[in-house]
C-alpha cells in the first residue's frame, strides 16, 4: 500500500472541494460510486464518508491515466490527483454537494480492487434488511447510513462538552458486575477462576452511579453499553447506549432542567434548531387520561375522552358490565375519518384488540343522523349528546372502547398513533418535547401476585405520600420523570431513597425481607450507611435520540453494528457454540436441547 501511495498524499476529503479551489491541483480518495463512459469522457464519481465528487478523464487526459479507467470497477478504491475545474452551467448537479465542480483526472492510481457487491450502494437501493446487515461494513458506506453515524459522534462529542462545563466528571463503572433484579433478564458471564459463579453484564449502572454519589463525586456522567435480554423491536437491541448521569443535592426540578439545557444545547450545535425551553410538564394520571400513553405523543390532538357518565344507565350490556367491573367507557373521535369504508373501520377494530379490548363501538357522524353499531341500544338524541360532548361534527368517526382503565388506555392509545399514522399528518421534522412526572411508584404484577417497582426500589416516593406505602401502596406517586419526544421516551430517572427506614419501608412493600435486600443489594446498604447524600439522576437512550434526530425507522440505522430480532449478529454470526475445551475451563456442560433428545 505505501508503494501504491508513494507520491500521493490526500489533501482533504471528497466533499470538501468546492468553487473556491477552482484552478487548483488536489488529491482525493476513496471508493468508486459509479463510472460512465460517454464518447471521449469517462466519469467516476469518487465517495468517502463526507459525499461524492466527479471525476473527468478526455481525450486531453493522460494516456496511462485513460488506459486505466478501463480497469476501474465499482467500489474499486482510488487515488486521484487532478485540477479542480468549475462546471459550465448546464452540467451544475443541484443534488449533490460539490455539483458546481470536477476534478480533471492528472493521475490515478488503484489502490484496491473490489468483488462485485452483493447490493448497489446507495441510498435509494431497494434490499432487505437482512443482507444489509449481513454484509453490514458495505451498507456503512451508503451515505445516509455514514451521515447517522457521523451526526452520532457530533452528539456524543457535545454531550461530553456540555456535561463538563456544567461540572460533571466522566467516570467508567464496570461492565463485568452482580446480578440484580432490574427489571429484565440479565447476560451472565460464567466465571473460570470461580467454578459456578457468574457476573452479570449491566442492565444499567444504576447501583454504581449511586455508589458514586456516596463517594463524593456529586456530579456524574457517562455515555455507557447496557444490556439487556428482552425481546427486541424497532427501537430496542440487547446492547444499547446510554447517557447516563447522577447528581447529589438536588430535587427533581434540578435534574428535570439541566437536562432540559442538555437537549437544548445538542439541538442547537448539531440541527441548528432553537428548543423552546421549559419543556412542558404533564402528571402520569393526566397523560394517560388525555393520551392513553406514559409516552403521549403531542403533534396532534385526537384525545381521549371520558363518557363514562354519559352512558353510565345504558342498558348495553358491554358498557354497563364495564362501568360495573369498576372500568370506564372512552373514545377517541378521528376527524374526517367518516368516509372510512367498513373494510378499514373493521381493521382499526383488530389493532384495539391486539391492546386487549374485546371490539370497538363506533359511531359516524353524517350531515342530519348517525350511522353506528349501536345505535339500536341508543337514542338519536344519546348518539347526538355523546357527538356534542365529544366535539364531533359532521364527518367525524367515534372509536368507543370500555373496560379496566388499563385495556382502554392501551387501546384508544395505540388507535389514535395508528390513525394519525394512516392520515400522514406525523412530520419527522417536528420535535416536540414534555416531561411526564408523578408515575406510580408501584405497579401490580399478576404474573407475581405483588407489587412491583414500576421503576427500581430506590426510586423516591412523593413526600405526601410517604404515609400511604403501606396502606395504599397502589396511590403513592414517584418522584419520577421522563422525557418524552414524539411519542418515544427520551430517557427516565428519579429522586433516589436516601433515608435508610424509607428504603426498609420500601424493600418490605415489595415483599423483600431483610435478608432478601442484603443478599441483593447489600454492598449498596451497606455503602448508605455512611453518609449518603439526597441524589438523583437520568439516563437518556442515545440510540432512540440519534434515531429521532436522524428520521430514522429504527435504532438500528444508527448503530454501527446492530443485531436483529432475536439478538443475533448477522454479520459475524453470534451467538455461535464454542470449543468444548473452553466450556471444560468454565465448569459447564450443555443440556441437550428438546429437539436433540427426541431425535435420539
Known sequence: MAELMKGLKRDMYCAEAGKELVG???TVMGWVQRKREMG???FILLRDRTGIVQIVVDENSPDDVRSKTKEIRSEYVLAVKGTVNARTENNINRNMKTGEIEIAAAEIKILNSSATPPFQIEDSVNVSTELRLKYRYLDLRRPVVAKNIMLRHKTTQAVRNFLTKEGFIEIETPMLTKSTPEGARDYLVPSRVHPGSFYALPQSPQLFKQLLMVSGFDKYFQIVKCFRDEDLRADRQPEFTQIDMELSFVEAEDVMSVNERLIKHIFKEIKGIDLETPFMRMPWREAMDRFGSDKPDIRFGMELCDITELVKDTDFVVFR?????GGTVRCI???????FPRKKIDSLVDVAKTYGAKGLAWINVQEGGFKSTISKFFSEDKLSEIAEYTGAK???LILICADRNKVVWDALGALRLEIAERLGILS?????FLWVTEFPLFEYSEEEQRYVAMHHPFTSPMDEDIDKLESEPESVRAKAYDMVLNGCELGGGSIRIHSEKIQ??????????AEDAQERFGFLLDAFKYGAPPHGGLAFGLDRLIMLMTGADSIRDVIAFPKVKDASCLLTDAPNVVDEKQLEELGIMLRPSEENEESN
Open 428 to 432: 419527522n421534522n417536528e420535535y416536540k
Open 40 to 42: 471521449p469522457f469517462t
Open 504 to 513: 426498609n419501608t420500601m424493600f418490605r412493600c415489595l415483599g423483600f425481607t
Open 321 to 325: 358490565s364495564a362501568i360495573e367491573a
Open 24 to 26: 487548483r491541483e488536489i
Open 394 to 396: 359532521a364527518g367525524d
Open 333 to 339: 373521535v378521528a376527524e374526517g375519518c367518516g368516509s
